[in-house]
DNA sequence: TGCCAGGCGGGGT
DNA sequence: ACCCCGCATGGC
């Protein structure tokens, strides 16, 4: 591998007493909707910058080291990390009205130290479009194949190489290994969205904070391939704006199971109930239901099964630990596609 | 083997 | 404002 950026060591940081002082659990949050290429067990990649290349190695110890070509802008650096793992949002007025609620009050019982781990606005809208009219396992795959064939290698001071999620140039290069990743028609959306970043036709993050939350969904709904859904979800994940719940048709359907309303007026009983923190609370039940397809999603319900199971196939909380295996899978498809054979 | 899955856009009415 | 359909792919 030839122009392998180099990332030198910033500095080292210990972020356990802001995590313990706020209740923050690291390893949840660490481990939560990771991928093996950025969490082990023990030790996690958070990107801080995707095009400056800027990383974080923070352990569930809290000892974290700034890795960047970069250095003088490490205080930024420092505040993205602290931004990116929540250490500072007050999730008190979140865990009240979930302790109340049918649905999540067992999950914020176990999982009072979780937080949203927030990644790049241009990822977060790949994750998105993999989402699309797809089970969660299947848009995992197609994640994690992304990551395999476009993944920019960096080599970091003392670690080694690490992968970062590619860049909106890395998939323009050459769009034509979307199919290789299994990503189907998701692959023109995918192309599109690059393109608008390219294009700065996305504004730059500073301006999307002082928009209001509509007119954010609404600028990311005027990319090709993202509705509601995906703006709302990308807003979640890159943004921390949690007023728009990101409503499909899984949390559709179990709202309106267990509050009883039409499904029409789904997104308004969980805006009722959770107000501004109604996106949070849709990433969390999706962790406290393992993912789980809807029809099983709907059964756990009936059973009170509402924590995480941790059971032996792939959820949001046990992702990083099975990505490895399912990359012979994409390379036997590389494979195939390069040599067509038999 | 069809049918469907954490959507979306384009076409209707 | 709705309703309806096709869409790549994978799993059952």
Redesign the pocket.
Known sequence: MLNVDMLELCTELDISGMAKSRGVDLYTTLSVYNLHHWFDGYRAVVVLDLYDPAIAIVDIGGRAVIASSRCSNVDTYIARLVRALGLEEDLTEFHSIALRDVLLSSFVRMWSGWRLRSCDLWWALVV??C?????????W??LLNIVNLYGRRVRVEGFGEVVLPPRPEDIVRDPSKL?IA????????IESIARSFLEKLVPPSEALERMDSHEVEDVL?????????????AMVLALRRYELP?V??????IVSRVYGVDE?YAERKWVEIWGRWSGLA??A???A???????D?LSRIERGELVPKLGNEPS?ATLWRFTQL?TA?TSR?YRQRISPTS
Do not use: C
Request: charged fraction near 25%; avoid cysteine; aromatic fraction near 6%.
């Open positions: 998105g479009v989402q699309q009219n797809a089970s969660f396992r299947q848009g795959s197609m199919s299994r990503v189907g028609y998701r692959a023109r959306a709904r005027s990319l090709r391939g993202v509705g509601s859904y995906t703006a709302r979800l990101p499909d048709r899984w949390l559709r359907a029409r849709a990433i039940l999706t962790i239901l393992d993912a789980a397809p809807l029809r999603a949001p399912t899978r498809a």
